[in-house]
């Protein structure tokens, strides 16, 4: 990773402690309160040890130093105490923000932008690097500010006794952020490149996982599992090379640390055995006792906040490694139908879709298709057909308010763009070719459609959708499991046509509704359909002659392009139209 991108990537982190500010200042404050009760607990000691051993003083008298130090002790642990649960809250608050942006994200590219990458990166997005940022906002930014005001204040402490050990600590600290620094440079790479590591390696088992049965029937699953088992060795690879730059730091910090602290104590030893006069302001009473306990105890304490920040840089490392994939997505301009515009689409009975020059777009902004022209009257039913790659999802999912469009498209008069999508989409009834059934019961799922729903409008449903025939055999308290698992295909798709007609939208969008359809279940299905359709508008994705010719209209695309609309006995004969047909002939023959 570059580095002017790590420096960014570390200012958006910065950025992003705003909600908690109140809480990391609050953490910060008790720190350097705790640091001031070191101090005087060192003070408190040097002063006990100096009292003991050159004054032979009575231990009765050195009652009130061992009270004070066991008040500190209590204080500094009460203080650590609350310290780690205000930083669990800051990493807690600042992961479920960030995972708040995300998912709003999310809801506003919409499925043309999700399907763009494999689930198990999203999860991994969601879970695993989010997770990676808690540290960052428990641990390092208060350490960050820490390994600078403790320091300073054991200086104040330490240079009115012994100006040599204070310059000591001054001029040696400098090397353990500098070393950090270089070590951590190296390690923000290896965690960039872990995370990367790690979403492939979950988008691929669960893209496998699903496959399972697919791969059994190609005898590939062998291939398959070896292949996982080789980008898992790759992440293990990657994760230890994470952790051996962790402990490299850690020894490099460790190492530079006792040099420091052995150099004072090397100061002391020899000024206590004569060679050395020099470092106390006072000449009359030399280097006591006093002060070379003060300094040795507090010199340990001095380094500690840099030594834990070292620690903690790793945490840095791996949050900007993680915030690398999440700020790219937050902060990338999908182009998106704004749902805040607050123009409701009349709730009436049917509804009128009228599209002038219309052009879908990407969320890249990448056009999709040519101008579109075509007019669907209320209560119509309109077939939509076209080779694979037309551009007919596309529309359909620009009608659904996913994807944005140059143009006009107007719904009952009002522009579709300027209107409250939330609003828009309670009005659509839609069926797709592989219907989402969530883990459940089969009820649970069809109220999906319409959660006020009665067992009676229930049963109208199961009936028009000839679904009923199955799930009066198994009930609809049936449990079925994650994708779909326990029914088959063609039940599946029953069961969501039933709770689009639950659904009773004004426009009814149909994607191959009868893919998965034995014949005699296909016909049955597409008469109840056709029944429904004459309170509706009704859009609909189909190859089937049979569909075609019940249809007020046919809209025929090729490649983006609206090339042929009509009715089907003016099409049949001539252009594009009639190529589709003869190509559908020769397939069922």
């Given amino acids: 990773m570059e580095k002017q991108r790590q420096k960014y990537l570390f200012k958006w982190l910065r950025q992003q402690q705003k909600p908690i500010k109140k809480l990391l200042t609050l953490n910060v404050g008790l720190a350097t309160l705790s640091s001031l009760i070191l101090v005087g607990q060192t003070w408190l000691l040097a002063s006990l040890l100096h009292h003991f051993i050159m004054q032979q003083t009575p231990r009765s008298e050195l009652l009130p130093y061992f009270i004070g130090l066991i008040v500190g ?6 203080i650590l105490y609350l310290r780690e649960r205000i930083g669990f809250n800051c990493g807690r608050q600042l992961r479920n923000i960030i995972r708040q942006q995300i998912l709003d994200k999310i809801h506003s590219v919409g499925p043309a932008t999700i399907n763009g990458k494999p689930a198990g990166s999203w999860a991994s997005l969601m879970l695993e690097q989010v997770e990676n940022l808690h540290n960052f906002y428990a641990r390092y930014l208060p350490q960050q500010m820490l390994s600078a005001i403790v320091p300073v204040i054991i200086l104040i402490a330490v240079f009115p006794l012994n100006w040599v050990a204070g310059l000591i600590l001054l001029f040696t600290a400098p090397l353990i952020p500098v070393f950090m620094i270089l070590v951590g440079l190296a390690a923000s790479d290896k965690n960039q490149q872990n995370m990367a590591i790690l979403a492939k390696l979950s988008g691929q088992f669960l893209d496998r996982l699903r496959g399972l049965e697919t791969l059994r029937l190609f005898n590939r699953a062998e291939e398959q599992t070896e292949y996982i088992e080789k980008s898992t060795e790759d992440y293990r690879i990657s994760t230890m090379d994470v952790l051996k730059m962790a402990f490299l730091s850690s020894a490099v910090l460790e190492f530079f640390t006792s040099i420091s602290i052995a150099i004072v104590a090397v100061y002391f030893g020899f000024s206590y055995l004569g060679q050395i ?3 106390s302001f006072s ?4 280097i006591t006792l006093f002060a070379g306990f003060f300094c040795l105890i507090l010199a340990p304490e001095f380094y500690q906040p840099l030594r834990d920040l070292g620690v903690y840089y790793h945490d840095r490392a791996a949050a900007i490694g993680a915030a690398d994939a999440i700020a790219e997505f937050i902060e990338t301009d999908y182009q998106t139908v704004q749902p805040d515009h607050d ?3 009349p709730n009436q009975s049917a509804v009128e879709i009228v599209a002038e020059n219309l052009v879908v777009l990407s969320p890249q902004g990448k056009t999709l298709t040519q101008p579109l022209n075509f007019h669907l009257a209320k209560q119509s039913h309109t077939a939509l057909v076209g080779q694979s790659g037309a551009g007919k999802t596309s529309l359909i999912n620009v009608l659904l308010g996913f994807l944005p469009y140059q143009g006009s ?6 522009e579709l763009n300027q209107a409250d999508l939330t609003q828009w989409r309670k009005q659509i009834a839609w069926v797709g070719q592989n219907p989402l059934l969530l883990q459940g019961t089969i009820k649970e ?6 959660i006020q729903a009665s067992d009676e409008q229930i049963d109208i449903a199961l009936s028009q959708a000839n679904a009923k025939e199955f799930t009066h055999h198994i009930g609809l308290n049936a449990e079925i499991k994650d994708g779909g698992v326990g029914i088959s295909v063609g039940q599946a798709q029953r069961l969501a046509i039933a709770r689009a007609l639950l659904r009773q939208g004004n426009l009814l969008l149909l994607d191959e509704p009868t893919a998965s359809l034995d014949a005699k279940s296909e016909t049955q299905v597409l008469t109840a359909l056709t029944q429904i359709n004459q309170a509706q508008t009704t859009l609909m994705i189909t190859h089937r ?4 010719k019940q249809c007020d ?5 090729q490649q983006g392009q609206l090339v042929q609309q009509g009715h089907f006995e003016q099409l049949q004969q001539q252009g594009y139209f009639a190529e589709l047909l003869a190509q559908r002939h020769q397939d069922v023959q």
């Fill in 73 to 78: 002790f209590a204080l500094r642990a009460l």
């Fill in 553 to 557: 209209q046919i809209l025929v695309m």
């Fill in 343 to 345: 123009q409701h689409i």
């Fill in 277 to 279: 006069d020099f470092g």
């Fill in 409 to 414: 498209l107007k719904i009952n008069g009002i």
């Fill in 445 to 450: 799922n069809l109220l999906l459609g319409d």
């Fill in 545 to 548: 002659i049979e569909d075609l």
């Fill in 283 to 286: 000449d009359n009473t030399g």
